[in-house]
């Protein structure tokens, strides 16, 4: 068994920061990637940014040069800081954590409420 569990939601100001957490624990010792979505209302869900166990960053175009995602290898975690927040970054988003073996398994947490006001 596989938890993923957010934290670091919160209200914000445009303009403003947030930090979300990301920790994932149980039988998988190592992910090949961790990585955040967010889901706003009445749209998909898209990838906000992705990263290797190497190192190998991925962004969508929308948080580019706001966003910066981070992660510890040793326990597991993935951190998203969010700067220059704008309204249309409200969404909830969620933790992402992916490993193949002979098939790709996937892990995801419960989401966490970002709200950017304006």
């Known amino acids: 068994q596989v938890q993923v569990v957010e934290s670091g939601g919160g209200l914000v100001q445009a303009g403003g920061s947030l930090r979300l957490s990301c920790a994932a624990s149980?039988?998988?010792?190592?992910?090949?990637?961790m990585g955040w979505y967010r889901q706003a209302p009445g749209k998909q869900r898209e990838l906000v940014a992705d990263?290797?166990?190497?190192?190998?960053?991925n962004y969508a175009d929308s948080v580019k040069g706001r966003f910066t995602i981070s992660r510890d290898n040793a326990k597991n975690t993935v951190y998203l800081q969010m700067n220059s927040l704008k309204p249309e970054d409200t969404a909830v988003y969620y933790c992402?954590?992916?490993?193949?073996?002979?098939?790709?398994?996937?892990?995801w947490g419960q989401g966490t409420q970002v709200t950017v006001s304006s």
């Open positions: 992402n954590a992916r490993v193949r073996f002979a098939s790709l398994y996937e892990y």
């Open positions: 149980g039988s998988i010792l190592s992910f090949n990637v």
């Open positions: 990263i290797t166990s190497g190192g190998i960053r």
